[in-house]
């Protein structure tokens, strides 16, 4: 608290705060409810506002994350319906067949844990601690930089309110961030139809999943029998989760990459400054457009695009892996290349909970070099077999890189080599040893070693 603060100004900005959040200011909170990007129904406000009004009498720090998950399971359970007998039991024997079927392509670990099917809301709640990973670094960028400016920007007589408020006004703004980033999930829930569809592992570990309601509305768009279509889904599913089982370390790997690159988003605080300066709250389109293009995070710096980069090579090389499996997998389906295609038109579309996500955390969780990277797996299987295609993924140092996504016949080269591979510290001794024998005696015309002189 600084030195001029009253110690009743928390308390004065805690009732100021309530008497907004109970309808009783000038500002209508429907209004900054769309201006978020929220939902503008009476039922979906009057919700926020009292978790806003428990944000305010919060006393601990951090975002409370729960808001974001019950949010999200709100919205899964609105839609949802209920599957019938006969279709739980044909996805069932679906993964059993892909079980099987990529037992006879694939050299990864199978899977402890049996696969199971999750209504939208049960894929929800269970992704919820991965997303809000991710989202953490970005939400408190968020917080930092409002209550900097709005400190900034308040008249000189609220300003020592405001910074004795700090807290309050965090909790509200992470309960707002909750509430957006549930949002977006719950909105995903209706859309994916795998736990691995995302392309990040957001299940526990070795749990693979299909959403019953969404592959059958996959489905309804392809002429293509169901029974093809359910196959293929829980071939590509297995294969996915089968990959991170097997490779130990790369959903760790994966997720730090991604919270990596969200610790260094920054918040455009110029931009923040001019809102809070010109803010209306009658007419609150402006803050909707800024939040809703993504205009208060910057461009990405040098070391968020070379972040940037690797991520997206690790997720083509995943993907990649899924989609040459799941082929080599589905070729008894007469229709596998149709629903391939359809995968991948889908997967390139995006959806509008990926944009949403996107504008949240300034990360599209995309594979940009996809058919690259399928490409190069391809032709290692061809040229060296599936064996050691897969134990490429048994450590992060020996897995393809970029450049060998541009260049599969150089890895392919380096794997049948039958002469061992020089690392560096290999080179730098073969390089001093080449340097060494230079300087030694040269052998006579005659071919004998030179005299010394004496």
Do not use: C
């Not at 380096?414 to 020089?422: D, K």
Request: glycine share 6%; charged share 25%; net charge negative.
């Amino acid at each position: 608290m600084s030195e001029d603060a009253q110690p009743g100004s928390e308390d004065e900005f805690r009732d100021m705060l309530r008497q907004f959040l109970s309808g009783d200011s000038e500002i209508d909170p429907s209004k900054l409810v769309g201006a978020a990007g929220l939902p503008n129904d009476p039922a979906f406000v009057a919700r926020l506002m009292s978790q806003l009004q428990s944000a305010v009498n919060r006393s601990g720090d951090g975002i409370d994350w729960s808001l974001a998950s019950d949010q999200a399971t709100a919205i899964g359970n609105s839609s949802a319906v209920v599957t019938p007998p006969a279709e739980v039991s044909a996805l069932e024997q679906a993964f059993h067949v892909a079980a099987l079927w990529l037992d006879e392509v694939t050299y990864v670990a199978e899977l402890t844990v049996e696969p199971r099917l999750m209504t939208r809301a049960e894929w929800a709640r269970a992704s919820m601690p991965v997303w809000s990973q991710l989202a953490e670094p970005v939400a408190d960028s968020i917080a930092d930089s409002l209550t900097r400016v709005l400190s900034e920007q308040a008249p000189e007589e609220m300003r020592d309110m405001l910074a004795s408020a700090s807290q309050v006004m965090r909790n509200v703004g992470g309960a707002l961030f909750a509430m957006q980033l549930g949002q977006v999930v719950g909105q995903l829930s209706t859309e994916v139809v795998s736990g691995g569809d995302v392309g990040i592992p957001l299940l526990d570990d070795q749990q693979a999943a299909l959403l019953p309601q969404n592959v059958a509305a996959f489905g309804e768009g392809l002429d293509v029998d169901v029974d093809q279509v359910r196959l293929y889904l829980a071939v590509r599913e297995l294969a996915h989760a089968r990959l991170f089982r097997h490779a130990r370390w790369l959903r760790l790997h994966l997720i730090s990459s991604i919270r990596e690159f969200a610790q260094g988003i920054t918040i455009d605080t110029s931009r923040l400054e001019e809102l809070a300066a010109d803010f209306d709250p009658a007419n609150p389109e402006q803050l909707q457009e800024a939040m809703a293009s993504g205009a208060l995070i910057p461009p990405k710096t040098d070391e968020q695009l070379a972040a940037l980069a690797r991520l997206e090579t690790t997720l083509a090389l995943i993907e990649g892996w899924v989609d040459v499996v799941t082929a080599k997998a589905t070729e008894r389906l007469p229709k596998s290349a149709s629903i391939a295609e359809m995968v991948r038109r889908r997967r390139a579309a995006g959806g509008p909970a990926e944009s949403a996500f996107a504008t949240l955390v300034g990360l599209e969780l995309r594979p940009r070099r996809l058919r690259e990277a399928a490409a190069m797996w391809q032709a290692v299987s061809e040229a060296t077999g599936a064996e050691t295609r897969d134990s490429l993924w048994a450590h992060p140092d020996i897995v393809p890189t970029s450049d060998d996504i541009d260049d599969p016949q150089g890895l392919i080269a380096r794997l049948t080599s039958t002469e061992p591979a020089l690392d560096d510290v290999d080179r730098a001794i073969e390089d001093l040893l080449n340097d060494t024998g230079e300087d030694r005696p040269r052998e006579g015309d005659d071919g004998s070693a030179s005299e010394p002189e004496k």
